[in-house]
């Protein structure tokens, strides 16, 4: 059993993000029985939950003449644009039916402002909005943490490099994630982890 100064988040394992879901990527539930067990190694276990409103400004839905995966120019920076997923309340928005959330301590959603989407599980993409969660694990006494979860090179990339930011000692277990991969992400997105600090354990 790991002490309780160590967490394990997983992040987004969500039916959208799953083979037949709206954002599928591939393999997306494989990492499933795994994480399942890995939960009973951890004292403190949180997930998140992509949660948007329908209608959110991350949809190319909501932008005429654009793609999804194109990405524009948003007022907080450059935003990919998705095909809708993870509408609160859908089954998409649902956790991954093999996922057993009963040992959770938090389940944290992200991505419910219209206007700005949250890759990451600590600030929303302006990078300064936060969603809580850094204090939630500092005043429980975490210092080192533990990603898994969907999707590498989006959420848990973004999770992993501001956690590593805030002084969190981060470890991302990539055979227990799956990565979306568009134009290059992934490979984006292990050397920016990599210079953050994140170490990076198959
Ligand atoms: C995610 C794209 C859009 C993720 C969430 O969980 O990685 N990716 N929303
Ligand atoms: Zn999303």
Not at 79 to 101: E, I, K, R
Request: with cysteine; charged share 20%; proline share 5%.
């Amino acid at each position: 059993m790991r002490p309780a100064t160590e967490a394990l988040i997983v992040i987004d394992v969500q039916n959208d993000f799953c083979p037949g879901g709206a954002l599928a990527v591939e393999g997306g539930d494989r990492i499933v029985d795994p994480i399942n067990a890995l939960m009973g190694d951890f004292q403190v276990r949180v997930l998140t939950q992509d949660w948007h409103p329908a209608g959110h400004s991350s949809f190319a839905s909501q932008h005429p003449g654009h793609d999804a995966f194109g990405e524009i120019e948003m007022p907080y920076g450059p935003q990919v644009l998705w095909p809708d997923h993870c509408v609160q309340g859908s089954n998409g928005a649902a956790f991954h039916p093999g996922l057993n959330t009963d040992p959770a301590d938090l389940i944290i959603r992200k991505g419910f402002r219209a206007a700005i989407d949250s890759y990451s599980a600590f600030f929303e993409n302006d990078h300064t909005t936060p969603t809580g969660l850094e204090g939630y694990l500092r005043t429980r006494g975490v210092t080192a943490l533990t990603l898994v979860g969907l999707a590498t090179d989006f959420c848990v990339n973004f999770s992993a490099v501001d956690a590593a930011k805030l002084g969190f000692d981060v470890t991302v277990r990539e055979d227990l994630c799956r990565a979306i991969d568009l134009n290059g992400s992934l490979a984006a997105a292990r050397d920016g982890m990599r210079a953050a600090g994140v170490a990076l354990e198959a």
